[in-house]
Every structure is written in C-alpha cells, then in structure tokens.
C-alpha cells in the first residue's frame, strides 16, 4: 500500500503530512488537486493512500490508546514507557497525546470525498465504493477522536487554499456523532458495494459494524440492533472455530469471521511498530499483562485463548503473542521476529465483537434470554462450559459481571479482545471507567510506594492534547485538567 502511495506523493493532493506545521488540520496540497484526480487509477491510488493513513495512525498508537490505559495491561516491571498510563498521570508529551497522524488521515478522506466525483469517465460503481470507503474511514477517525479526547476540531473539505483560515475551534462531541460520524457512514453504507466482501478494505459489512458500535456509544439501542441485523443480513460471516481461533489474528483473508481487518506487509509497510509495546525480538514491551489477567489466563487452561494470547514463558509477563504465528525454538519458546519484521494484522471489527455487542444491546432492552444465547456463542467458542440463566440474578449482573465470579458480558469481552483496541471503550460506553479503574490504580501506586490517589480527576477520562498541537492552533485549549 505505501509503494503505492509513495510513488505517487510527488503529485499527490493528499501529502504525507511531513512538515506537521498545521497539527489539528489537513496539509494544504502541494499541487492543485484538480491536476490528480484524473483517473480511476488516481482515485484508487488516492484511497490507498486512506488506509496508509490508519496504519500510520495505529503503528505505534492502538494498543496505547485501546488498551494501555485500562485493566489490561499495567506498567513494565523495568521500563517506564507505559507508566504514565498505568497510573493515570498523562501529560501533553504522553505518547498518544497527539492526534496529528488522525487528522492526516481525515485529510487524505476529504480529497477523496471531494474529487472523486468529479472524475470523467471512472466506472460509476467504482467512484461509489471509494467514496463510500472514504466517508467511513473518515468517520471512523472521528469517532476514535471524540473517544479520546472529547471535542474536537472538525474538517470535513480539504485544506487547499492559503487563503483559508487553517485554525478551527473545537466543536462538541455529540454534535460530531450527530452531523458527521453518523451522516458518512449512512451514506457510506448506501453507496458501497454490497458484493465487495475484501477484508482489508472497509466494505458494506464494516459500515454496518460501525453504525452498530457508534449507537452503542449513544446507548441508541434500537438502532444498534437494527444495524446489527443489516450486517447478519450480509450472509457472510461465521464465528471461526475453537482449532481455528488463531486465525483471525494470523489469516484476516482465510477466516468468515474477520470483518475489517488492518493489512500490513513490513516489506512494502515497514514493521508495526506496535510490536516494540507488546512483542519483538528486538527489544523489551513498553507493557506487561496486568496480574488479575495473568492470573486468569494461567490458571485457566480450558480457555484456549490464554496460550494463544500471551507468553506464559518469559518472567517479565511481558509478551503478547497474540498476532504471531507459532513459532518456536528447540526450547518450546516462542521466537518473535524483529520490530522491523513485525506484521501485526489487527481485526478492527470481527463478529464475535458484534454478538457479544448484540448481547449488551440485548441485556440493556430486557431481553436477558436472548442476550445469553449470544454471550455463550462467544463463551464456548473458547472451550468454556455455557452460562445458565441462572448464573446471573439481575440484567446488571450479566452485563457487569456476577458479584461472586465477576463474569458477564463485559467480562467476556475483555477475554475475547484482549489487546484488540476495545477494553477502554468499553469501560468508556458503560460509564465504569472511574469505577473500574480506581482500585486498580490504587493496587498499582501501593505497589510502587506511592500516593493511593486513584484515577484522580475524572475528566481525566480524555487524554490531554499534545503541545505542539496547541501550539500551532490558537483556537484549541488544553483539556482541563491537564
């Protein structure tokens, strides 16, 4: 993907943001957009150049921003790159405060979005796909913005002219999910094409996942479901097996069970760097595996997602391994390639997300029966015995968890997607990040013979804005309290 972009960037209207001197605001064109798009291989080459944005965006940033601050993972024993993270002490030059590489990628969506159609002579079918892949693309970049730090700038034309204004005030989240998030992917989904089943392309079935997990973020159940059964509808997708679950981390095209999945070949991409925060060859993780977790998965070896998650080998309880292949020495020991060499192809949406989505929604509209058939479907996927009507009293317990084992749907979800960029947003969608995370933070800072604050302010929610980005837009303020 990136030979593919790069070999146009001379020309290309959508730059790769190098001289970062507008951080919130796509880059001005370094040529006249109307001098690209041209052709069906300029559309085509300008909406590869959408999805090398999302992988430079999660390279080094989806783990920090999905999982790293939650009960997931927890500080390195030796290294300190997660800590600020693990106890909740994030500054402006936290890595992940900037959300710069984000709005590169919603620039690169807009060119797209807006010359696109006016390509003479380009397949009609073709220039609806790829304007539908760009409009979701660029909600999707909205919808992770307004998730991590709240209200944000908006963009939704591209940044060409000088003369244009490039700083831009913040506008309310609800307000983006209202007239933008939502109105791009309803478009996005009416103008895809609903035979286009590439799973490395963000297709019909990927929409519909989307316009699923952002009414869950509004709590609009009604319309999560109903988004929920267009995407079943798509007769497509299945629950890989048991044997089989590796797969979807390893094999993204040969599985019906990965709807979206990220792509990546570090010969033409270069290595994920996510590998340095969770496993390479070449260098210790910025994390380790939080101890209740490690716990769970060690003494659980009926659930087969353990050993195939992470290392029960090393002693730092810092490797996940959960998107290598088995690959093991004459030792038995997992060998892990070089940061360099590291394919890490992440499922953005899969279906057990959407059953165990389907159950929550389910749980939450009174209908605890059928939200437990599509808990166990993802329980005993696992090797897991199926959970009773009777193992939870209340609609409370099965979404939360049972006071007396702590499992339910959540639960189930931090299982099934540990390290997959959904634990924070759960906690976030459920209102149970303070909650949660409290004690947790507290367990961390008893450990280290500091403070017992806790989570500490709960604005702190929402990550703080980087300085250079404050520093390049005077209209933008740092997120209290930071």
């Not at 267009?230 to 007769?235: A, D, E, I, R």
């Not at 992470?310 to 020495?329: Q, R």
């Not at 009777?390 to 749907?409: K, Q």
Request: glycine residues 6%.
């Amino acid at each position: 993907m990136k030979k593919i972009f790069c070999s146009i960037l001379v020309m290309l209207s959508v730059s790769l943001f190098s001289c970062r001197k507008l951080l919130n605001q796509p880059p001005q064109s370094q040529l006249a957009a109307s001098e690209f798009w041209k052709t069906s291989d300029d559309a085509v080459a300008g909406v590869a150049g959408i999805y090398d944005g999302i992988q430079d965006m999660f390279s080094s940033q989806f783990i920090y921003w999905g999982d790293g601050r939650s009960d997931n993972l927890t500080y390195h024993p030796t290294y300190n790159d997660g800590l600020p993270l693990a106890l909740n002490v994030l500054t402006p030059t936290t890595n992940g405060a900037d959300w710069t590489l984000i709005y590169a990628t919603i620039g690169r969506a807009n060119f797209a979005i807006k010359y696109i159609p006016t390509i003479e002579g380009i397949d009609p079918a073709l220039a609806k796909d790829l304007q539908a892949q760009a409009l979701g693309i660029r909600a999707y970049c909205y919808f992770w913005l307004i998730r991590l730090w709240g209200n944000v700038p908006v963009w939704t034309v591209p940044y060409e002219d000088l003369s244009t204004d490039p700083y831009k005030a913040v506008t309310p989240a609800a307000d983006i999910v209202k007239n933008v998030i939502l109105p791009d992917l309803l478009k996005a989904y009416d103008l895809s094409d609903h035979t286009a089943a590439v799973v490395w392309n963000l297709n019909s079935g990927g929409i519909a996942a989307m316009l699923m997990d952002v009414y869950m973020y509004n709590h609009d159940y009604t319309n999560a479901l109903l988004w929920c059964d267009n995407l079943l509808k798509l007769n497509r997708y299945s629950l890989e097996t048991t044997a089989n679950w590796k797969n979807i981390f390893i094999a993204p095209n040969n599985t019906k069970e990965d709807i979206w999945s990220l792509n990546w070949d570090f010969t033409v991409d270069g290595g994920n760097k996510t590998a340095q925060e969770i496993g390479a060859g070449d260098t210790n993780s910025d994390f380790a595996i939080d101890p209740a977790l490690w716990t769970y998965y060690t003494t659980t070896p009926a659930d087969i997602r353990g050993a195939q998650t992470i290392d029960f080998k090393v002693n730092n309880h810092d490797k996940i391994l959960k998107y290598y292949a088995v690959n093991l020495d004459k030792n038995g020991n997992q060998i892990y390639p070089n940061s360099p060499q590291a394919n890490l192809m992440f499922p953005l949406y899969r279906l057990a997300d959407i059953y165990l989505l389907r159950a929550e929604a389910l749980n939450r509209t009174g209908d605890q029966a059928n939200a437990l058939i599509y808990l166990n479907m993802v329980r005993t996927r696992a090797g897991l015995p199926a959970y009773k009507s009777t193992d939870f009293a209340t609609a409370d317990d099965m979404l939360f968890g049972n006071p007396i084992n702590s499992n339910g749907i959540l639960r189930e979800r931090q299982l099934e997607f540990f390290c997959e960029a959904k634990r924070w947003f759960d906690l976030q969608r459920n209102g149970i990040i303070i909650s949660t995370m409290d004690p947790v933070i507290k367990s961390r800072q008893l450990i280290r013979n500091i403070p017992q604050t806790g989570f500490g302010d709960a604005r702190k929610v929402f990550w703080p804005i980087n300085q250079n980005v404050l520093n390049a837009n005077p209209m933008i303020s740092q997120n209290a309290p930071y």
